[in-house]
């Protein structure tokens, strides 16, 4: 393994999903749905399959009618003209987008600024593209965790590239506000910043309202907007996620797609393609559903003496161990399957500032309630 990559090892969310079949525990660490997404779009793959549309390599940016999905859904929830033609490129999940906008966008020796803590993909993907990282950390105040805007404006130096945003924000739930969008925008105008921003989350917001940076003044031309169907239809498996942005933006993000795979599985693509189009009611009931479930695990987790940040968005919740007498996040995720049975990710591994995160520990509620009423049962056994 070379340098770049040497420090970061195995993802977090393997080793944990590993310990939870290991153990035999109730898995609420790696975030996905213990349930599959609608019926009629998994009906949708099989027909796409059965009838050979997407069975052989489909065009580069993406099968037209997933870009015409994907630009139909930015116009009907946030009011963004995108052209399906130019402007919307298809990927293996956001995974890939993120991964492939690093690629493109980052010189080596480039700064890009991202929140802390933050998803373990952007580290190495910053480091594989030769950059380097600057975290901006989130402060967990009054329950909840708030971004200093004097300390990103603060981070914001001559070598800086772009921001990499997160709102929705795994794994605190943070969802920034109309406020704090505009106070990035402004900078990034500024200081002549590109945004990359990581909206996958954008469908999961229980307080407060998701509002994509770029729909912000002067942002238009210099955000490239990440999404992908993992969260939003409950099918993390079937790896499509797409990247919005201005033609330049995306040519760019697809000349290094194009290299790490060329192009994305075909027949998902069809079926992701309908669901783009599904009924409002869909998108509020998944909302409304996985509200209740944060309602439900943020009360048991209270209940058996964690300190809750309550999410406002995501399928996460972050807790402080602290007042169960622990310290240690990792120490408290490496002995939580033997103590109880439950499995959860400590959060100190999505931070540079390793001790700003160290007692913090995150729950996935994207579960059935059943298993989240025996996951509140067993956590209630640690006091
Ligand atoms: N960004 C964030 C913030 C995530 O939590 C995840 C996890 N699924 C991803 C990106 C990756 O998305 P995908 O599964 O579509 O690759
Ligand atoms: N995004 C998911 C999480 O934060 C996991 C995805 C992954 O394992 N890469 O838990």
């Known amino acids: 393994l070379n340098r770049r990559l040497a420090e970061f090892g195995t993802t977090i ?48 940016p993406g099968v037209p009618e997933l870009r015409t999905a994907v630009a139909g859904h930015q116009s009907r929830f946030h009011g963004l003209t995108v052209d399906p033609d130019t402007e919307v490129l298809i990927t293996a999940g956001a995974t890939e987008a993120i991964a492939a906008a690093l690629l493109a966008l980052v010189e080596p020796g480039d700064e890009v600024i991202a929140l802390e803590p933050y998803y373990d993909s952007y580290a190495a993907c910053i480091a594989m593209a030769g950059g380097r990282r600057v975290p901006v950390t ?172 309550r999410p406002a968005g995501t399928y996460f919740v972050t807790t402080d161990i602290r007042p169960l007498g622990e310290s240690d996040g990792f120490a408290f995720c490496r002995a939580l399957p033997e103590r109880c049975g439950v499995v959860a990710i400590p959060n100190a591994v999505f931070y540079d500032h390793r001790e700003q995160g160290t007692p913090f520990v995150r729950f996935a509620f994207s579960k059935r309630k059943a298993v989240l009423d025996e996951a509140v049962t067993r956590l209630k056994r640690l006091t």
């Not at 999903?17 to 996905?32: E, K, P, V």
């Not at 019926?39 to 065009?59: C, F, S």
Request: hydrophobic residues 40%.
């Open 13 to 60: 969310f393997a080793e944990m999903s590993a310990l939870a079949t290991a153990t035999g525990s109730i898995n609420l660490g790696q975030g996905f749905p213990d349930t599959d997404g609608p019926e009629e779009i998994r009906e949708a793959a099989v027909r796409a399959l059965r009838d050979g549309r997407g069975n052989q390599y489909p065009p580069g």
């Open 138 to 309: 989130l402060h967990p105040r009054d329950g909840a965790y708030h971004l200093d805007l004097d300390e990103l404006r603060d981070a914001v130096t001559d070598r800086t590239r772009l921001i990499l945003l997160n709102t929705p924000h795994n794994p605190t739930g943070t969802v920034l506000t109309r406020q704090e969008l505009a106070a990035v925008a402004e900078l990034a105008v500024e200081r002549d910043l590109l945004v990359v921003t990581d909206e996958v989350y954008e469908h999961l917001v229980f307080e407060g309202e998701h509002l994509p940076i770029a729909g912000f003044p002067g942002m238009r031309e210099r955000t490239l907007t990440i999404g992908s169907a993992g969260k939003t239809f409950a099918f993390t498996g079937w790896k499509v996620g797409w990247a919005t942005g201005t033609p330049e933006l995306v040519a760019a993000v697809r000349s290094a797609k194009q290299f790490l795979t060329y192009v994305s599985a075909g027949p998902f693509q069809y079926a992701v393609a309908e669901a783009l189009r599904l009924p409002t009611e869909y998108f509020d009931e998944l909302r409304d559903e996985l509200r209740a479930k944060r309602d439900l695990l943020s009360a048991g987790l209270a209940d058996a003496g964690f300190t809750v940040y």
